[in-house]
């Protein structure tokens, strides 16, 4: 018995395919590569590292110096004496340190008095700036009334004039108030008021209130929360760190203006530090006059050294994180 095989039907030939790339991956925050002055291999070597290094230490140095040499050299010059004050070249050093130059500045300037009357017009001032500027602002941004865009273009506006244009049409005003007809003169009102309305405050906040999900004062609405209600228990309490720049800002503005207090506070027993530490240069010599200055700019230097991180963390934020 024989048996006949079969042909197996052949199977079309079959190429393999190409083996697939894989895609490349992007480096994580470099869509592109940028161009710069030296190239990234030149700062890798030795020499690129050591001049990087040596142009950052001297511009960071240099910098330093040029804005500390100045506070270095006032209260040094307080401990040094007026015969030493005057010499030519100036010592670097002074020849005995008299603390006691300090105790007499504010003994016989009465620094006392124009102390507490700066700290009485700075604080007024910073709680008419927080009472006008957060409410506007925040009408600007988040009630948006007629013409609210038109009304924060004339604020923006008078950022571009110079302060010395403003200056008499305010002296003015605060002589003879229109339509009221009573003079702010040697009063503090004559500092609070026009250091309330400040364009770069209203638009530092209502730059912040932007930020403020919308659909947070919606679902405050829901629930029946007024306007007012929801300024006071949602906008507010998010807005810390802006509400701490304009705060700092507006007391440092006051405690250290000169000409519009000159102006408007005539009177001895109600002069800012700064007035009354003018008014009162020529009697003195010169070591306990600077000695003054250094008393009087002890808050400000104070209030930048404590309060530095809420001041950047307030101008950089833009934004809530939810």
Do not use: C
């Not at 079309?12 to 710069?36: M, V």
């Not at 008419?128 to 865009?149: C, E, H, N, Q, W």
């Amino acid at each position: 018995m024989t048996t006949t095989l079969q042909p197996q039907p052949v199977l079309p030939a079959t190429t393999p395919e190409p083996a697939r790339s894989k895609p490349k991956k992007k480096a994580k925050g470099r869509g592109y590569e940028t161009r710069t002055l030296v190239s990234p291999l030149s700062l890798r070597s030795w020499h690129g590292k050591l001049i990087y290094w040596t142009v950052l230490v001297v511009v960071v140095i240099g910098f330093t110096l040029a804005f500390v040499f100045p506070l270095y050299w006032m209260v040094t010059g307080a401990l040094k004496s007026p015969d030493e004050l005057a010499q030519i070249p100036p010592s670097f050093f002074p020849k005995e340190y008299d603390f006691g130059v300090y105790a007499e500045a504010w003994n016989q300037l009465q620094l006392g008095v124009f102390l507490r009357n700066t700290a009485l017009y700075a604080g007024g001032a910073w709680l008419f700036t927080l009472a006008i500027d957060v409410t506007a602002a925040y009408a600007l941004s988040k009630l948006r009334p007629l013409f609210g865009k038109l009304i924060l273009g004339l604020m923006l506006a008078t950022l571009m004039i110079p302060p010395m244009v403003l200056l008499l049409p305010t002296y003015l005003v605060a002589k003879d108030v229109p339509i009221f007809g009573f003079s702010l003169l040697n009063t503090p009102w004559a500092i609070w008021l026009p250091a309330a309305a400040n364009g770069f405050f209203i638009f530092l906040l209502k730059r912040f209130f932007d930020s403020i999900p919308r659909e947070l004062l919606e679902a405050a609405e829901i629930d029946g929360a007024s306007p007012v209600r929801i300024l006071w228990s949602i906008v507010l309490p998010v807005s810390r760190p802006i509400l701490g720049v304009v705060s700092i800002l507006s007391v440092v503005t006051v405690w250290k203006d000169f000409v519009w207090p000159l102006l408007v506070l005539p009177e001895t027993d109600k002069m800012s530090i700064s007035v009354g530490i003018a008014s009162l240069s020529a009697q003195m010599p010169q070591n306990v006059l600077i000695a003054s200055l250094v008393i009087a700019s002890l808050p400000t230097i104070l209030v930048f050294f404590l309060f530095q991180r809420s001041i950047m963390a307030g101008l950089t934020a833009g934004s809530l994180k939810g």
